[in-house]
């Protein structure tokens, strides 16, 4: 899935909006896009990032102790 940066886009903000989670996921969207961390934090306004397939992450289950 291609995306097209808006103005004051950052790669984070990408991902957590397409993918719920920024862990491990910048990493293989900065590896599909050759060049893109040269660009800067904030992406230009109309940069394109292609955005790969992620495997969804395990959740874990959260204990309350006072359950």
């Known amino acids: 899935m291609r995306v097209i940066a808006s103005q004051g886009d950052t790669l984070d903000a990408l991902c957590y909006r397409r993918y719920g989670r ?5 990493e293989a969207v ?4 050759p060049g893109l ?3 800067g934090a904030v992406l230009p ?3 394109a990032v292609e955005l790969p397939v ?3 992450s395990t959740v874990s289950e959260t204990v309350n102790l006072w359950d």
């Open 22 to 26: 920024t862990e491990g996921v910048v």
């Open 30 to 33: 900065l590896a599909v896009n």
């Open 37 to 39: 961390a040269e660009l």
């Open 45 to 47: 306004h109309g940069t």
């Open 54 to 56: 992620v495997e969804s």
